[in-house]
């Protein structure tokens, strides 16, 4: 081995141990999650219920489409 082959295997080393850091450290930041994002408390039905809205139009839809 000579003295380049030396240095490029060391500089790959510092490459793989460096993005093998930066790559546990965004791991545990996303687990984490975001400061001061809370996370919202509802279930399927309130997601619904603040979505969904039979106005007159969704209706129309509705007897439309009945087979």
Do not use: C, I, S
């Amino acid at each position: 081995m000579t003295a380049t082959d030396k240095k490029d295997q060391m500089d790959r080393r510092n490459f793989l141990r460096t993005a093998g850091v930066g790559a546990a450290a965004a791991a545990v930041a996303t687990a984490a999650g975001a400061p001061g994002q809370a996370e919202a408390a509802e279930n399927a039905e309130t997601r619904k219920k603040q979505r969904y809205k039979e106005t007159d139009h969704v209706k129309r839809y509705y007897e439309t489409n009945r087979l």
